[in-house]
């Protein structure tokens, strides 16, 4: 079971870009990379999943270097409510059978005015 | 689709209750899933279960208990409630057919007093 490391807490201006960057060292060849995002008082929230390169949706995008060992989310423009706990979570979900994983703390983001 | 449903929203219990908290999900998803977070911590996964009639521990299964009689439904089950059991729960779902998301539900922030 990969396990990851991120930055506990990070502070941003409203309109900066922010990147977010965990460590896994250990990742599997058939470990997928996802990002989640809680706000206070709510379950997490699925932002965005890749295995390799770049992926980008409508809210983030998503960097890992060809040795998949960290992987970066991108926030671009970052605004007040963007302010949560953001996870990062590897894990292989294409297999049979289930792959305990683990949320850890997350990195506590917070978007200052 | 209302999602992952799970009552009650809150609730007190004097230690050694029991109480059964529910869950339902109306996405068909195989997988489901309960966490629990204490504040200011990361999520910890108590049970899950792969299908109806198919359930396994996470890594906090102490003090819980857990049945799948449907896809639908996933009540989690504490017998004689701890203090350490205070803490917000989650339940969520996934269908593993591509990303594995986890879908939450809103919580059950439990108190034993």
């Known amino acids: 079971l990969a396990k990851t490391t991120q930055p506990i807490s990070m502070d941003s201006y409203e309109g900066q870009e922010v990147n977010i960057t965990c460590s896994h060292n250990?990742?599997?060849?058939?470990?997928?990379i996802t990002w989640y995002q809680q706000f206070p008082s709510q379950g997490p929230r699925f932002i965005i999943q890749?295995?390799?390169t770049k992926v980008t949706n409508e809210v983030a995008s998503l960097f890992i270097p060809a040795d998949r060992k960290s992987s970066t989310l991108s926030l671009p423009r970052v605004s007040l409510s963007d302010t949560a706990v953001y996870y990062c979570l590897v894990g292989d979900f294409g297999s049979g059978g289930y792959q305990k994983v683990t949320f850890g703390t997350g990195t506590k983001l917070q978007v200052i005015p | 689709n209302a999602g992952v449903t799970q009552t009650p929203k809150f609730r007190i219990l004097k230690i050694g209750q029991s109480m059964t908290l529910q869950c339902a999900q109306d996405?068909?998803?195989?997988?489901m899933y309960w966490y629990r977070q204490d504040p200011g911590m990361g999520l910890k996964l108590i049970y899950y279960?792969?299908?109806?009639?198919?359930?396994d521990k996470g890594e906090v299964p102490n003090g819980y208990n857990v049945s799948r009689s449907t896809t639908e439904d996933f009540p989690l089950r504490l017998e004689l409630a701890a203090p350490s059991q205070t803490s917000v729960y989650f339940c969520?779902?996934?269908?593993?057919?591509?990303?594995?998301?986890?879908?939450f539900g809103p919580g059950t922030r439990l108190t034993v007093l």
């Open positions: 250990n990742i599997a060849t058939n470990d997928y």
């Open positions: 890749g295995y390799k």
């Open positions: 996405m068909n998803h195989n997988y």
């Open positions: 279960s792969v299908g109806a009639g198919i359930t």
């Open positions: 969520a779902s996934s269908d593993r057919k591509s990303t594995d998301t986890q879908y």
